[in-house]
């Protein structure tokens, strides 16, 4: 079961990552495309700076759930990383608690704010409801949650080999 359990966060961790790239992939292709219809055809695009938006937030709420899942998010470590070895176990538990708070937050309120603005239009995109730009803020801290979870039941993961890359690994498995 365990086995299990890690490959499909191991799955939903590689989508986050893919998620995140193609996000960023596709933004860096968007925005040329505004600057060229701006100031070379004089006639800007609607569409380019809303998408770009949503893909921003797209990228930044899977993103964080992965690099949280790495344990390369800095917010995670920041304070517990400083500590005292007596204080640090108990004050990591409860940043944990926190984060799942968080999680928790983003994925109930996200989802009631999707909820409520579905039926509303973008003015430059009609044809995609507000709701639908939200989505991005449940699902990621749905996914982050399940990578909390994930944590606090198996430990850390962040040396699986599905997150770190065979050029960062060295002998004995310490970076």
């Not at 055809?41 to 949280?68: C, D, H, K, N, R």
């Not at 909390?148 to 699986?160: H, K, N, W």
Request: aromatic share 12%.
């Amino acid at each position: 079961m365990k086995k299990k359990l890690l490959h499909f966060n191991d799955m939903l961790y590689l989508a986050c990552i893919w998620i995140s790239g193609a996000s960023i992939f596709v933004m860096s292709l968007i925005i040329p495309w505004g600057i060229f219809t701006r100031y070379v055809l004089g006639t800007g695009s609607q569409w380019p700076e809303p998408i770009s938006i949503l893909l921003m937030v797209v990228f930044t709420f899977f993103g964080a759930a992965a690099a949280y899942r790495a344990g390369a998010h800095i917010a995670v470590a920041m304070v517990t990383d400083r500590l005292h070895a007596a204080v640090k176990r108990p004050v990591a538990a409860v940043v944990q608690l926190l984060m799942l708070v968080v999680a928790v937050f983003m994925t109930l309120y996200g989802s009631k704010l999707c909820m409520e603005t579905w039926g509303q239009n973008i003015g430059e995109i009609p044809w995609m409801p507000v709701g639908a730009t939200y989505l991005p803020v449940p699902l990621g801290g749905l996914v982050t949650l399940v990578f909390i979870l994930e944590y606090m039941v198996l430990g850390s993961q962040a040396q699986r080999d599905v997150v770190t890359f065979d050029h960062e690994k060295v002998e004995g498995g310490n970076l």
